[in-house]
């Protein structure tokens, strides 16, 4: 008994359950997802996406890539903002340097949220992207930085692009708002 109410205790004082981001979502999807970010797991793109957050920087940012099957990516605070050129969403960033992989052993399920990247492994920045269904290919190769806990139905529900490149056609969905919670 007292063994279980210390891994409790843990549990409850362990970052990773203590701090996320509540994503409003508008579009053809209308609702909201709530993320757990792995602190313990992944602490610089954890804090990266608070601070972003924090700021306001992901406000009003369009999710530019979504493969049904696969995932839907958001974050490009540089050039996803609603109303913006669409063409360049997806390539650039924040003001902030570039961040070195934070690689785990936690697998990409459903609901997952991993950080985007280009080619190179360190290259993590303000992108995130959250998976549709498992996909275990990705495991190793891209930092989990966090799990939905709430609002699937949401993220199930976001608008679709093309099924090879994933770019949305017309009004993508956005992210509202993205409000750090405790």
Do not use: C, W
Request: proline letters at 4%.
């Amino acid at each position: 008994m007292l063994r279980n109410l210390a891994i409790i205790a843990s549990l409850a004082a362990s970052p990773a359950l203590a701090s996320g981001i509540e994503i409003t979502v508008a579009g053809e999807a209308n609702g909201v997802i709530k993320i757990d970010l792995l602190e313990d797991v992944a602490p610089k793109h954890a804090e990266r996406i608070t601070t972003l957050a924090d700021q306001g920087a992901y406000d009003g940012v369009i999710f530019h890539r979504v493969i049904d099957g696969f995932m839907a990516q958001t974050g490009d605070v540089e050039f996803g903002k609603q109303g913006g050129n669409a063409r360049r969403a997806g390539t650039g960033g924040s003001a902030f340097p570039d961040l070195p992989a934070e690689f785990s052993d936690v697998p990409y399920e459903r609901g997952t949220v991993g950080m985007a990247r280009s080619q190179n492994p360190n290259s993590a920045n303000s992108q995130f992207f959250i998976m549709f269904e498992p996909g275990y290919f990705l495991n190793g190769q891209y930092t989990v930085v966090g799990q939905v806990t709430e609002g699937l139905e949401t993220l199930d529900q976001i608008k679709r692009g093309h099924p090879q490149s994933g770019s949305v056609a017309g009004e993508a969905d956005v992210m509202l708002s993205v409000k750090t919670t405790d």
